[in-house]
T-cell receptor
Framework: NAGVTQTPKFQVLKTGQSMTLQCAQDMNHNSMYWYRQDPGMGLRLIYYSASEGTTDKGEVPNGYNVSRLNKREFSLRLESAAPSQTSVYFC?????????????FGEGSRLTVL | DAKTTQPPSMDCAEGRAANLPCNHSTISGNEYVYWYRQIHSQGPQYIIHGLKNNETNEMASLIITEDRKSSTLILPHATLRDTAVYYCIASTDSWGKLQFGAGTQVVVTP
């Protein structure tokens, strides 16, 4: 039981390049989330998916797209990376579409945009 | 969601209880108080949450004042592995969209 798995763990991009961060959970959870964390700051929600087939914007969605591929997988895409998107990205999941208090986080993906 | 205020840092001696305060003076009646922690470079970890009553689990205790304007997270016997940033969050959101602030950096010393 791996929990929430994120790939890649580290990535360096040049401005304008695109990439996709992958997230998969093996806990049969309904809801999944993408957060970003900038140095010395708390986490900010980018997008979330309350259930398979649905996605909604969070606090900072600009410059990102998401896909809830199936119940297990939730990907985050940067179409044209900018230095302001240098951050640590965390994927999370929760069991129910109605939140019961606990988010389960992955280990993070560290992205640098030059 | 109500704004929460936490001290930026705290030190605690190993083996002693760590009492982490959180102020949420504008909290509404249906807002829960959540506590998470983030050990260096790792993803945040859920600790505990509550609405009105005090709560306890295997990790910690949550004490919420009667007027609900503040709360305290208690780690009963702090260990070096409890060194982390602790986040207090007040939220009504039923979709799990939590807003993490800067938190409190807790350092447990031998």
């Amino acid at each position: 039981n791996a929990g929430v798995t994120q790939t890649p763990k580290f990535q360096v991009l040049k401005t304008g390049q695109s990439m996709t961060l992958q997230c998969a959970q093996d806990m049969n959870h309904n809801s999944m989330y993408w957060y970003r964390q900038d140095p010395g700051m708390g986490l900010r929600l980018i997008y979330y998916s309350a259930s398979e087939g649905t996605t909604d914007k969070g606090e900072v969605p600009n410059g990102y797209n998401v896909s809830r591929l199936n119940k297990r997988e939730f990907s985050l895409r940067l179409e044209s990376a900018a230095p302001s998107q240098t951050s640590v990205y965390f994927c999370a999941s929760s069991p129910s579409s109605i939140f019961t208090g606990e988010l389960f986080f992955g280990e993070g993906s560290r992205l640098t945009v030059l | 969601d109500a704004k929460t205020t936490q001290p930026p840092s705290m030190d605690c001696a190993e083996g002693r209880a760590a009492n982490l305060p959180c102020n949420h003076s504008t909290i509404s009646g249906n807002e829960y108080v959540y506590w998470y922690r983030q050990i260096h470079s790792q993803g945040p970890q859920y600790i505990i949450h509550g609405l009105k009553n005090n709560e306890t689990n295997e990790m910690a205790s949550l004490i919420i004042t009667e007027d609900r304007k503040s709360s305290t997270l208690i780690l009963p016997h702090a260990t070096l592995r409890d060194t982390a940033v602790y986040y207090c969050i007040a939220s009504t959101d039923s979709w799990g969209k939590l807003q993490f602030g800067a938190g409190t950096q807790v350092v447990v010393t031998p």
